[in-house]
């Protein structure tokens, strides 16, 4: 009668793996024992003892390949590197980038663009929703003159991975994850990170994380009382370093929510900048001055 063996090595650890597969081993070696006591009983001619050769290959090669599955297994169950993979690096103007691919505490890859810079002083750079990394590409590029920075995709947007249209209020909240990440590769190559920008949500997500980590200073672009249930007033009250907050009238949820914003921020050097006109958020860019003013405020602090 024939026996088959099946290991699920996806649901298994490398310990329990071993242990099976050793116990098929000694079944495998107690058939071959009761094999050869049958064989020897009998009268051997050539018939049996190709028989016999033929079934003693079949065991090296099942064993062969039960080294292979635990093999397959222990790299299965090593844990997740989460070191960042540093992809390519591009050469724009002035400038050095590198593409990097980070991946989050809760596993999930997100991409970014680090934008080198001799300087040991670090920027994080975060999207509005339903945008990406690039609407910060101008920026980014003039404030790695005087500062490291890195512009991530959040998840669900951009390069990385997911859909935000799928997310829940859990997707959102776990978004400081990925800032997380960008704040531990900045760490990695012995930059302190000092400051951070956001949009829209970017905005909220910066301000709560800004607090967290008692950074230098926050800019909030077009910021909301609550985006997506993700809230800033709470984390604004308790931020004590530089404040820079901007937004247009023609925006008028994100001028009204800026406005409180401000009114009830906790630190002692903040700005608040209303345009009449401008749309929301890194929008404001290239339909105002913000992003000459922003420079310019920043390099100051």
């Known amino acids: ?6 290991i699920d090595i996806t649901k298994e650890s490398k310990t329990q793996i071993a242990a ?29 003892i190709k028989k016999l050769n033929s079934r003693k290959n079949m065991k090296k090669i099942f064993l062969g390949i039960l080294f292979l599955l635990f093999l397959t297994a222990c790299a299965t169950h090593t844990q997740t590197n989460t070191n960042p993979i540093e992809e390519k690096v591009i050469q724009k103007g002035d400038t050095m980038q590198e593409v990097v691919t980070l991946t989050t505490s809760d596993n999930v890859p997100i991409k970014g663009t680090f934008y080198i810079s001799n300087s040991k002083r670090g920027i994080i750079l975060l999207h509005m929703l339903n945008r990406n990394r690039q609407d910060y590409n101008n920026l980014a ?56 920008i956001g949009g829209s949500i970017g905005a909220n997500h910066a301000a709560i994380y800004a607090t967290k980590r008692n950074l230098s200073f926050l800019v909030m672009l077009s910021p909301g009382l609550d985006y997506q249930k993700i809230s800033p007033s709470i984390a604004v009250k308790q931020f004590h370093g530089s404040l820079f907050i901007a937004a247009a009238d023609d925006d008028p949820y994100a001028a009204e929510s800026s406005k409180k914003l401000a009114f009830s921020s906790g630190s002692d050097d903040k700005i608040l900048k209303i345009y009449p006109k401008g749309g929301h958020g890194t929008w404001l860019f290239g339909t105002t001055d913000l992003e000459q003013v922003l420079l310019d405020w920043v390099k100051k602090r």
């Open 20 to 48: 099976r597969a050793c116990g098929i081993c000694a079944q495998i070696e107690q058939s071959t024992k009761n094999l050869n006591k049958k064989e020897n009983n009998k009268m051997i001619n050539i018939a049996n």
């Open 1 to 6: 009668m024939k026996k088959y063996f099946y």
């Open 141 to 196: 590029e003039k404030l790695s003159k005087y500062f490291s920075v890195i512009s991530i995709d959040f998840r669900g947007h951009g390069e990385s991975s997911g859909n935000w249209k799928n997310f829940n209020e859990n997707d959102f909240n776990n978004m400081q994850l990925d800032i997380v990440a960008a704040d531990k590769f900045l760490q990695s190559k012995e930059i302190t990170t000092e400051g951070i």
